[in-house]
C-alpha cells in the first residue's frame, strides 16, 4: 500500500509541475513548436544584424576640393577599413601639393596600415604612400604603394580641374 501511495504521491507532484510549466505570463496565447522556433530564430538574427551593419564597410567616400565633391570607390583593404572607421569619427581635411607632373600628395596627419604592392597608377587613384600620406593621380607612376580606390570622374579635363592639377596646394576633405 505504501508504494501505491508513493506512486500516486510522485504522479500528482510531477502533474502540478507540468501544470505550473505550462502557465505563461499575462494572456499571450500558446505558440506551436514551429512559431517558437521560428521566434528564437528571429532573436538570434536580430543583434547579428545590426552588429554586421555597425561594422559594415562602406564601398565609397567622398572627396571634396573647393566645394565640388566627387565619389571615390574604395578597395577593400586593412588600410581603408582604418580609413572609413576614422572617417565615421568625422570628415578628415589636409592639404594637398603637386608633385612630379601627376600627381598632388599630402599628409593624412595620421598613419594608416599598409599592404604595398608594386603598381602602376592611373589618373583618378587614390594610394597611400609611407602610411600617412594621400597622394591622387592625375597621371601614372610605377612604385610600391597600398591602393585606397578610384576616384569616379567623367573626364581626363574634369578630373584634372577637380584636382586643380599644376596650381599649387588645394585643401581636401574624405568623408562618407
Request: some cysteine; proline content about 3%.
Amino acid at each position: 500500500m505504501r508504494k501505491v501511495l508513493h506512486i500516486i504521491t510522485g504522479l500528482g507532484a510531477g502533474l502540478l509541475l507540468l501544470a505550473l510549466l505550462s502557465c505563461t505570463k499575462g494572456e499571450q496565447p500558446l505558440q506551436t513548436p514551429e512559431k517558437q522556433v521560428e521566434i528564437k530564430e528571429q532573436e538570434q538574427e536580430q543583434p547579428q544584424q545590426q552588429e554586421e551593419d555597425e561594422t559594415k564597410m562602406t564601398d565609397k567616400i567622398q572627396l571634396t576640393i573647393s566645394g565640388t565633391t566627387l565619389p571615390v570607390i574604395i578597395e577593400d583593404n586593412v588600410a581603408t577599413r582604418a580609413l572609413v572607421a576614422a572617417l565615421r569619427d568625422g570628415a578628415i581635411t589636409y592639404t594637398a601639393r603637386d608633385y612630379g607632373g601627376f600627381e598632388k600628395v599630402g599628409a593624412l596627419g595620421r598613419s594608416l596600415p599598409t599592404s604595398d604592392t608594386d603598381i602602376t597608377t592611373q589618373a583618378g587613384d587614390v594610394i597611400l604612400y609611407n602610411g600617412d600620406n594621400i597622394v591622387l593621380f592625375y597621371g601614372s607612376n610605377s612604385w610600391s604603394y597600398t591602393r585606397l580606390g578610384k576616384i569616379q570622374y567623367k573626364t581626363l579635363d574634369e578630373l584634372k580641374s577637380f584636382l586643380k592639377a599644376g596650381g599649387g596646394n588645394i585643401s581636401v576633405t574624405l568623408s562618407l
